[in-house]
């Protein structure tokens, strides 16, 4: 097993650009992907294999991964990106999944 | 479009077994592209990955679940089930049935496998 750490909060201004980092050991050897979950709702892929973008998905979201980093870019942030944020990714395998603990965003 | 139906109760008394059923629409089980996955999230707290399973019935489990977790499936019914033996009041959570995509990327080494589309979680409490 492997642990996925998240900041618990990142604030940002309408407008401005949210960085939302996870850090593991597997991450240099694994993808990350991230999802968005808004209250009362099922989580939302917005990111997989590190940087691409699902359908649907706007272009505002972009990922990147370096290391053992892997980071959520939310550009131009809206109100309605107010939202927890989760990264996971899993082992070599598929045997093994994990969540980070999540990222609460919270748009002033 | 897909759609994930999950049903079962909604109270289960500590001690009891938690059987919760995914029904899948829009698609097919029985493809080789594809796990088929249970999550659950405690009230106020973080998305944790259950256990997932493969239509031919390999399943795979979260090893702080393992000793109490079965994943089975059904494709002749397209759904797949959860059973969650010897609950406790920690085990409160909504439950959440997903697909999700898997394969071995060849180019990186690095496998796949992620959750594209979610059923809408309930909230199962055990209480008494």
């Known amino acids: 097993s492997y642990e996925m750490t998240q900041p618990p909060s990142v604030s940002v201004s309408p407008g401005q650009t949210a960085r939302i980092t996870c850090s593991a050991d597997?991450?240099?050897?694994?993808?990350a992907f991230w999802y968005q979950q808004k209250p009362g709702q099922a989580p939302v892929l917005v990111i997989y294999?590190?940087?691409e973008r699902p359908s649907g998905i706007p272009e505002r979201f972009s990922g990147s991964s370096s290391g053992t980093t892997a980071t959520l870019t939310i550009s131009g942030v809206q109100a309605e990106d107010e939202a927890d944020y989760y990264c996971q990714s899993a082992d070599s395998s598929g045997s093994y999944v994990a969540f980070g603990g999540g990222t609460r965003l919270t748009v002033l | 479009q897909l759609q994930l139906q999950k049903s079962g109760p909604g109270l289960v008394k500590p001690s009891e077994t938690l059987s919760l059923t995914c029904t899948v629409s829009g698609g097919s089980i029985n493809n080789r592209n594809f796990y088929w996955g249970w999550i659950r999230q405690p009230p106020g707290k973080g998305l944790e990955w259950i256990g997932h399973?493969?239509?031919?019935?390999?399943?795979y489990y979260n090893p702080s679940l393992k000793s109490r977790v079965t994943i089975s499936v059904d494709t002749s019914k397209n759904q797949f089930s959860l059973r969650l033996s010897s609950v406790t009041a920690a085990d409160t959570a909504v439950y959440y049935c997903?697909?999700?995509?898997?394969?071995?990327?060849?180019?990186?080494?690095?496998?796949?496998?992620?959750?594209?589309?979610w059923g809408q979680g309930s909230l199962v409490t055990v209480s008494s």
């Open positions: 294999k590190d940087t």
């Open positions: 597997a991450l240099p050897k694994q993808y």
């Open positions: 399973i493969f239509y031919s019935g390999s399943s």
């Open positions: 997903a697909r999700m995509p898997g394969r071995y990327d060849v180019l990186t080494g690095y496998y796949v496998l992620y959750f594209d589309y």
